[in-house]
C-alpha cells in the first residue's frame, strides 16, 4: 500500500542490475500504470530453467489498483512476459501496431488471445486514466514502432524512454519525435527513466544505414548464394536485405520458425515492403541457380535448435551449405553467446563457405539498437529532468549513467540508482527512495507447473557436478540391522565399470556405519540415514574430492 | 607404428580446432619427440569436469620410442598436462629455466618432482637424438623465456614456432630472435607449424610497453590505493607494476595463492627485480596511508575462488575495497568469462571503487602475446617454409592462417590444416596427409581416480536440466505384484511441495503399469523398469515438459 495520500510512487519489478525482464510501475492514489513485461534468459547456473520473468507479487495483492499495462516496443526482454503476467493478472494492455502484433503472436500460442483487451495506440495516442494522463513520442530502435512515454501526473511530468537511439537516418524513414521530445522538456520534466544499456560506450551509435549498405554490397560480390542471420524482430534489417535481393535479382526464402512467423506480422501490417514474387519455399531453392538465392534466417546468436546452427552441421532437411555460398552474421553476438557461435563459424568455414562474422565494428553487419553515450546525453539534454532514474542495465551502466546526467547538468544527488522493489516517492515536488516492494525472479522451467524453488536448483547443482549415489538398506522391522543390502547404485558420479573397488568400499563402510548406529528408536531411520550420509560423504571426497548427492533409502521388512 | 622407414611423420595429440590441451609430435623412425602438453579448461557443458587433457593412448603403445618433451613455454595450455602425462610415462622434460620453474610447482603439488628428469636448455642449446638434431629460437610472448624450436631432421628443417608475437620493444628487453629466424630461413625450410590463436585479427599486435605507460599513469593519478589484476605468469607486466609502484612511493602486496608462487619462482630465478623493501605481507596493509599502497592480485577473469572476486564481495579476510580505491583489469576478458568479470566491476563500482576495465583496445590496460597477422605474416616471411601446418587455434584460425599462408607465397595445397590425430607425412620431400592415430579428450574429475566416461556426462548433463524420479516397488518373488510401494522420490525436478497431486498421478501410473505388465519370467524385472520409465516419462513430459531420469528399484521380498 501507498504510505502517503498524495505521493507519486516509482519503481521497477525487473530491469536493475539485470539486463532482461524489464518492468516499471508508476503509481498514484488509485492508479498504478505497468511499463513492459519482459523475460531474461537465465545463465549457465540456473540449471534447466527456460526463462525468467518478474515476480509480480506486489500487483496481486494491489490488483484492483492496476489499470494498464503500456509496452514501448516488441523485444523479448519487454513483452517475453506478457502472457505469463496476464495468466495472473488480466489488465488492458495498450501497444502499437506492430508491437501488438507480436505480443498477439504470443497470446495465441499460450491460448488467451481472446480473453485479453488489447488497446492499439500510436505515438499520437492520449490515455487518460484517473489522475495520470498519457502520451507518447516516436523513437527508433532495432525494431520497428517503439514509443517514449510521459505520464502527466499531479506532481508533474514522468518521462520513460522506452529502448532508444537516435537514428537521424532510420532505414524505414520514421525519426524520433525529436521536436516533441524538446517541447516535453523545454521547461524540464519532474523525472526521467532513461535506458542505459550502452551507457559504457562513447561516442554516438552508427545509423541501421551503415548495416544496409555493407549488405547491398556483401551481396553484390557474392557469386553463389548468400544466406544471412540476424534478429527476426529487426524488421528494418529484414527489409534492407529484401533491397539487396532485389536489386541483385535474387528469390528469398525465410528459416525458421521466428523469422517466418514475424516477417509474416510485419507484412501483413504493413511495416515491411517484399516484391510479389520475391519469397520462396525452402524446398524451391534448389531450383534456382545458386547466384539467384538469398536467405535470410534466425540463429545469429549461435541457438543451437536454430537454422543457422542445424544449416552448419548438415541438419536442415532440404538445405546444404555449398562451397562457395556467402554466410552473414548481421548481428554481433551478445556477451555469453560467443562459444556458441564461433562453433557454428568453424563448422560453416569446413563446409567451404565465405562467412562474415565478427563484432559489427568489425563486420559492418550490425549496429546497437540502443543509444551510446552522446545519444544518452542529448535524451538527457532534450528533457531537462530535475531527477533522473538511469534504468534498463547492469549497476556499472546506471552508474555510468548517472556520471553522463552529472556532466549535461543533473545534480549528483538527484541521480536514484536504486534495484528492482525499491521506490523512490515524490511529494510536493520533492523526490527521495523510501520503502521496498517484494520483487525477485519468478523461474519458468518446463511450462511452469510452479515456480521453481531454491531447493530444486541447488539439487541440480549438485547432481551436475558430482552426480549422486543412492544406497538401499534393507533393515528389520524388529531390529535395527541389515536384512540385506547395501545395494549402491550410482548416476553422474564416477563410471562404475571402473571404481568397482570405490563402490565395494562404500558399501563396507555403509555396513559398519549401521551397525556401529547407537541411535535409539525414536526416528532412528532418519539418523542412521544422516549418519551414513556422512561417513560415505567424508570417504568419498578424501578419495575422489567429490561430493555426490547421497540417498540413502531404507526398506523396512 | 609408422608405415614407412623412412617417413617423417608430424602430428597433434591437442591444439588444433580448440584453444588449449596443446601438444605436437615429430616421429622418425626409433624418435618420437613432443612438444608441450597443455590442459585447457572444460565449456559449461562438461558438467564438473575440472580439466581436460590429451589422451596419450598412442605415445603409452610406443613409449620405447618416446625421447623427450620440450617445452616451449609456462602457459597452462602448454604445461598443465604434464604431471598427469608424466604418471603414464616417464620421459625426460627440456625447458627453460623459468619454465622449468612453474613445471617444477606443479610437480611438488603432483608429488612427482624427485623421479621426473629435468633438464634445463636456453636458446643456444643443441640436442642431439638419434637422427633428429634440435635448436632453438628466442621468441617474445606474455611470459618470459619461450622458445620457437627447429628440428633438423634426415628430411630438412621442421619448425616449431611455440606461441609468439613480434615485440619489437619488449618490457624485460628480451628481444625475439629476429636475425637467427632469418638463417633458419634463408634458404627456406621444409615445414612450418606456426600458431593461429589471433589470425583473425589484422594488424600488429601493440607493444607490451603501451601497457606499462597506461599503468604509469594510472598509478599516477590514483589519489588512495591501487589494486591490479592480471595473470601472474606475466612476468613483464608484473615487472611493470613494479615500476609504477616504485614511482609512486607504494608498497606492493600480494594476494593469491598463484601470484605469491609465480612471482617467488621469478624473483628467485632472476626474471623479476623487486626493490628490497617494497613487499609488504597482506596484513600490513592497513599500517599504511592508502596512497602508498598498491595490490597486484588474481582473479582478472572473474574466477570465483580468485582474490579479485573475494575483495568485490567482501570475503577476503583482512583486506577490503575503499571509496576512492583504483582497480584495474589489466587482462581483457577471454571469451566465455564476460559475465563473471562483469558481475565482479558491477560489485566494484558499488563499493565506490574508481574501476579501469574492458578490453584492451579500450582500457589500454592489456595487449596480447599472441601475434595479429602481420606478425604471423612476417613469421611464414621469414622461415619461407614449403609445407605449412597452422596450430593453436580453432578451425576458423586455421582456415584465417592458411590464406595469410598463401599472401606470402606458401602453395594453397601445400598447407595442410588437419585435425588433432591426423598425420602428415613426408618422404623424399614430399608431404601427404595418411594415417589417424588415436586422440580425444581425457577428462579430469576430482582427482581423477579414472577418465570420466560419456556415460557419466550425459547423466549429469538430464539430471542437471530436469532432475531425477526414484521410484522404489516392492514386489513379491512369487508373484508379478507390488507388496508395497511405489515410494517416488525426487530431486532436482519439482518442488514437493507444491507437486502432490502429479506425484500420486505419477504412483499411480506405475501401479496401473505393473499389475499390467504381460512381462514373462525371464528378466522380467528389468522388462517392468522399462515399462515404468517409459509409461511415466511420457506423462510427466506431457505435464511438465521436463524429462527427468526415472530410476525405478526394484525389492524383491
Not at 518492468?23 to 505497468?34: G, H, S
Not at 565465405?354 to 546497437?368: A, D, E, L, Q
Request: charged share 25%; glycine share 8%.
Amino acid at each position: 500500500m501507498n504510505t502517503k495520500e498524495n505521493t507519486l510512487s516509482v519503481f521497477a519489478l525487473g530491469g536493475l542490475h539485470e539486463i532482461g525482464k524489464n518492468m516499471y510501475a508508476i503509481e498514484y492514489k488509485d492508479d498504478i500504470l505497468l511499463i513492459d513485461c519482459g523475460n531474461k534468459f537465465p545463465d549457465e547456473s540456473l540449471l534447466g530453467i527456460d526463462l525468467i520473468i518478474p515476480d509480480v507479487t506486489y500487483l496481486i495483492e494491489n490488483k484492483e489498483r492496476v489499470k494498464a499495462l503500456i509496452v514501448t516496443h516488441g523485444h523479448e526482454d519487454h513483452i517475453g512476459g506478457i502472457p505469463f503476467f496476464l495468466k495472473k493478472l488480466n489488465v488492458p494492455v495498450y501497444a502499437t501496431r506492430f508491437t501488438l502484433g507480436l505480443i498477439e503472436l504470443k497470446l495465441k500460442e499460450h491460448r488467451i488471445l481472446r480473453e485479453t483487451e488489447l488497446i492499439e495506440i500510436d505515438s499520437n495516442s492520449n490515455l487518460t486514466f484517473k489522475e495520470i494522463m498519457v502520451n507518447f513520442f516516436k523513437v527508433t530502435h532495432s525494431i520497428p514502432d517503439c514509443l517514449g512515454i510521459v505520464f502527466h501526473t499531479p506532481e508533474g511530468k514522468v518521462v520513460h524512454t522506452g529502448d532508444f537511439k537516435f537514428d537521424l537516418t532510420p532505414a524505414n524513414d520514421e525519426h524520433s519525435d525529436i521536436h516533441k521530445m524538446a517541447e516535453i522538456g523545454r521547461d524540464g520534466v519532474l523525472l526521467l527513466l532513461s535506458e542505459s544499456t550502452n551507457a559504457e560506450r562513447p561516442g554516438a551509435t552508427p545509423s541501421e544505414k551503415m548495416v544496409g549498405e555493407h549488405v547491398e554490397e556483401a551481396f553484390i560480390k557474392a557469386k553463389r548464394r548468400v544466406i544471412l542471420s540476424t534478429f527476426a524482430s529487426n524488421i528494418n534489417r529484414v527489409q534492407q536485405v529484401v533491397v539487396a535481393a532485389q536489386k541483385t535479382n535474387r528469390k528469398l526464402a525465410l528459416l525458421g520458425r521466428s523469422m517466418v512467423n514475424v516477417v509474416q506480422v510485419a507484412m501483413e501490417r504493413g511495416y515491411l515492403d517484399v516484391p510479389e514474387d520475391m519469397l520462396i519455399d525452402q524446398d524451391q531453392i534448389n531450383d534456382f541457380d545458386p547466384e539467384r538465392i538469398a536467405i535470410l534466417c534466425t540463429g545469429s546468436q549461435g541457438e543451437v535448435m536454430a537454422a543457422l546452427s542445424r544449416l552448419s552441421t548438415g541438419n536442415f532437411r532440404g538445405v546444404e551449405i555449398l562451397k562457395g555460398d556467402t554466410v552473414i552474421f548481421a548481428a554481433g553476438p551478445i556477451p555469453g553467446n560467443e562459444k556458441n557461435v564461433s562453433r557454428i563459424v568453424d563448422n560453416l568455414f569446413s563446409l567451404g563457405a565465405n562467412v562474415i562474422y565478427g563484432s559489427g565494428s568489425t563486420s559492418g553487419m550490425h549496429v546497437s539498437g540502443h543509444g551510446y553515450q552522446e545519444d544518452l546525453k542529448l535524451m538527457l539534454t532534450l528533457m531537462r529532468p530535475k531527477y533522473f532514474i538511469p534504468i534498463h542495465g547492469e549497476y556499472r551502466m546506471l552508474h555510468q549513467h548517472r556520471s553522463l546526467a552529472e556532466s549535461v547538468g543533473v545534480e549528483h544527488e538527484n541521480t536514484f540508482i536504486i534495484n528492482n522493489g525499491e521506490v523512490v516517492d515524490i511529494e510536493d515536488g520533492s523526490a527521495r527512495q523510501t520503502r521496498k516492494i517484494p520483487t525477485g525472479n519468478t523461474y519458468i522451467d518446463g511450462i511452469s507447473i510452479g515456480d521453481v524453488g531454491e531447493i530444486v536448483l541447488r539439487d541440480r547443482k549438485q547432481l551436475s557436478e558430482d552426480g549422486m549415489l543412492i544406497t538401499i538398506l534393507t533393515m528389520s522391522k524388529t531390529e535395527r540391522k541389515l536384512v540385506s543390502g547395501p545395494d549402491t547404485i550410482s548416476r553422474g558420479f564416477v563410471y562404475v565399470r571402473d571404481s568397482e573397488e570405490l563402490l565395494r568400499d562404500v558399501n563396507r563402510i555403509i555396513t559398519r556405519t549401521v551397525s556401529d548406529s547407537k541411535s535409539g528408536n525414536k526416528n532412528q531411520w532418519s539418523i542412521i540415514k544422516q549418519e551414513v550420509k556422512k561417513s560415505v560423504g567424508q570417504y568419498l571426497f578424501k578419495q575422489t574430492k567429490k561430493k555426490p548427492m547421497i540417498l540413502p533409502i531404507i526398506i523396512e521388512v
